[in-house]
C-alpha cells in the first residue's frame, strides 16, 4: 500500500536501480551523486503537483519503487522515480526505458496494443530496439500471439491508502524471435479498457517489470 505523506522519503530510498544523467554542462556530465539529486528533486514536483503515479517493481531483484508521470506526448506517457529511472508507455505498454542498463531505447507495438486493447485473439509483430554492449541500437522483431484469459478480479491501490477491487480482462501476450521469447500479461479495467495492472517484458538484462497503476 503506498502511503503519500511518506512516499517521498519511502520511493527515494527505495529503488529500482542506479543512476542516469541529465544534462551535460561546462563542466562535464553530472557524478551519481549530482544526478540523483537531479531526479529527486524532478520527483519532488511532480509528487507535489499531484502526478500520475505507477507502482513498480522489478522481479530480477525484488526491488520497487514509485514513478510519476512527467510529460505526455505523442500518445506517449513518460514516468520518472526518484532516482532517474525512466518508462515510457503508450496506452499503458512498455515501449522504453532509460537508466536500467541494455535499456529499451524505442520500440513499435501498435499491432499488440491493438489486439490487446479490444480483447481480441490474434498475431501481432513489434519490434523493440536496445543498447548493446557497445552502446549501439539493436532493433529486433518479434512475433506475438495474443490470447484474451478473462475476466479477473483485483485490487489496485489508491491515492488515500486502500485498496479498490477493479474487474478486469486479462490478456496474455507470447512472442519471439530467432533467439528470444518472452510473455506479457496485461489486466484491462472493464468498460474503460485501461491497462490497470501488466507484467512487461524490458529485455533480456531487465527482464519482466510489474507495472500497477495508482488510482485517484
Not at 103 to 112: K, L, R, T
Amino acid at each position: 500500500m503506498i502511503r503519500w505523506r511518506a512516499l517521498f522519503l519511502a520511493a527515494a530510498v527505495v529503488s529500482v536501480a542506479g543512476c542516469g544523467g541529465y544534462g551535460v554542462g561546462s563542466e562535464g556530465p553530472p557524478t551519481p551523486a549530482q544526478a540523483r539529486a537531479q531526479a529527486t528533486a524532478r520527483f519532488a514536483g511532480l509528487l507535489n503537483a499531484g502526478a500520475p503515479a505507477l507502482q513498480v517493481a522489478l522481479e530480477r531483484d525484488e526491488t520497487s519503487t514509485i514513478a510519476l508521470r512527467e510529460v505526455s506526448r505523442g500518445g506517449v506517457d513518460s514516468f520518472v522515480s526518484s532516482d532517474g529511472v525512466a518508462l515510457k508507455l503508450r496506452r499503458g505498454m512498455l515501449v522504453g526505458t532509460a537508466g536500467l542498463g541494455a535499456d529499451m531505447m524505442g520500440s513499435n507495438v501498435a499491432d499488440s496494443l491493438a489486439l490487446v486493447t479490444t480483447g481480441r485473439s490474434g498475431v501481432a509483430e513489434r519490434f523493440h530496439s536496445f543498447l548493446d554492449g557497445e552502446n549501439r541500437a539493436v532493433t529486433r522483431s518479434y512475433v506475438c500471439i495474443i490470447t484474451p484469459k478473462g475476466g479477473r478480479g483485483i485490487e489496485v491501490g489508491t491515492r488515500d491508502e486502500q485498496l479498490r477491487q477493479v474487474t478486469t480482462r486479462l490478456v496474455q501476450e507470447d512472442c519471439k524471435s530467432l533467439d528470444q521469447e518472452f510473455s506479457n500479461l496485461y489486466w484491462l479495467a472493464s468498460g474503460s479498457g485501461r491497462i490497470v495492472q501488466s507484467r512487461q517484458w524490458a529485455g533480456d538484462f531487465t527482464g519482466p517489470i510489474v507495472l500497477r497503476a495508482v488510482l485517484d
